[in-house]
């Protein structure tokens, strides 16, 4: 039997850090990240940012001792509801450990947190061509926003 665990990121564990970067490289290069991987500076940049941002944290979850995927999350409020959320910014698996219902498990144990802290919602994005992540959100019960609700960005280059 596969032994599954969950961690916190502990910014001042090595091998935390090692997995934080390898696994958002690994998403980055991935067809559904289309992006390049960070380069040391960067690396360093995404380290501290996330250690010293108020309202994130990033959650690992482990196969058999090894760290296999995680969940970069920020915690936001809902003006509306006048309670806090949960964003799920990144979530990705290291494409040995696909297939094995590690991204299942990494939400719902997230939909634990969010419940345990009562969070009046969760919230994240998810791309028009990722049939298999949104099949799991549906199987999860998240779903389009009624209204519909759309993602807009502008990039602010400097």
Same mark, same amino acid.
């Given at each position: ?56 944290? +990033?959650?690992?979850? =482990? &196969? ?7 969940? /970069?999350?920020?915690?936001? $409020?809902? %003006? ?51 049939? +298999?992540?949104?099949? =799991? &959100? ?7 926003? /009624?209204?519909?609700?759309? $993602?807009? %960005? ?5």
């Amino acid at each position: 039997m596969k032994k599954i665990e969950f961690e916190y990121c502990d910014y001042e564990n090595p091998t935390h850090l090692d997995a934080l970067v390898g696994l958002l490289n690994h998403y980055m290069k991935d067809p559904m990240g289309e992006s390049e991987p960070l380069d040391k500076i960067k690396q360093l940049r995404l380290i501290d940012g996330l250690a010293n941002h108020p309202s994130s944290f +990033v959650l690992f979850i =482990l &196969y058999n001792q090894e760290l296999a995927g995680l969940a /970069t999350c920020f915690i936001n $409020f809902s %003006t509306f509801k006048v309670k806090p959320y949960l964003n799920l910014h990144d979530i990705v698996i290291y494409n040995q450990y696909r297939g094995k219902g590690l991204g299942r498990m990494l939400l719902e144990e997230l939909i634990q947190i969010s419940e345990s802290r009562d969070y009046c919602k969760m919230s994240l994005e998810v791309r028009e061509d990722n049939k +298999v992540a949104q099949n =799991l &959100y549906r199987s999860l019960n998240f779903k389009e926003c /009624t209204p519909n609700m759309f $993602f807009w %960005t502008k990039t602010i280059d400097k």
